[in-house]
């Protein structure tokens, strides 16, 4: 099996940043591309950045200017450091990936279990 497990949300002010950590862990042969999302109580889950195996990546209007992702193939990580943070940033962050596992011959997405970010004004 495989799982994502995100870490480094929490509390911050405004104008705070902040660094989230996710980890694929697991029966992994290739991992293709990675994502952060993020939902807010009474909201739909939103795409907040992405980056492909090659290192393409692409982010939300939003967060533009503000937010970076990047990842570590050889720990099978990916980050989101996040900056100039604002209240309306809170939210549970999601870990995502499509990954393939040794001897299937696609690949499947994955989803982490969350973590929280919650920004003060």
């Known amino acids: 099996q495989v799982q994502l497990v995100e870490s480094g949300g929490g509390l911050v002010q405004a104008g705070g940043s902040l660094r989230l950590s996710c980890v694929a862990s697991?029966?992994?042969?290739?991992?293709?591309?990675m994502a952060w999302y993020r939902q807010a109580p009474g909201k739909q889950r939103e795409s907040v950045a992405g980056?492909?195996?090659?290192?393409?990546?692409n982010y939300a209007d939003s967060v533009k200017g503000r937010f970076t992702i990047s990842r570590d193939n050889a720990k099978n990580m990916v980050y989101l450091q996040m900056g100039s943070l604002k209240p309306e940033d809170t939210a549970v962050y999601y870990c995502?990936?499509?990954?393939?596992?040794?001897?299937?011959?696609?690949?499947?997405?994955?989803w982490g279990q969350g973590t929280q970010v919650t920004v003060s004004s």
């Open positions: 980056i492909t195996d090659t290192g393409t990546t």
């Open positions: 995502n990936s499509d990954i393939k596992r040794p001897g299937l011959p696609y690949r499947k997405n994955f």
């Open positions: 697991g029966s992994i042969a290739y991992i293709y591309d």
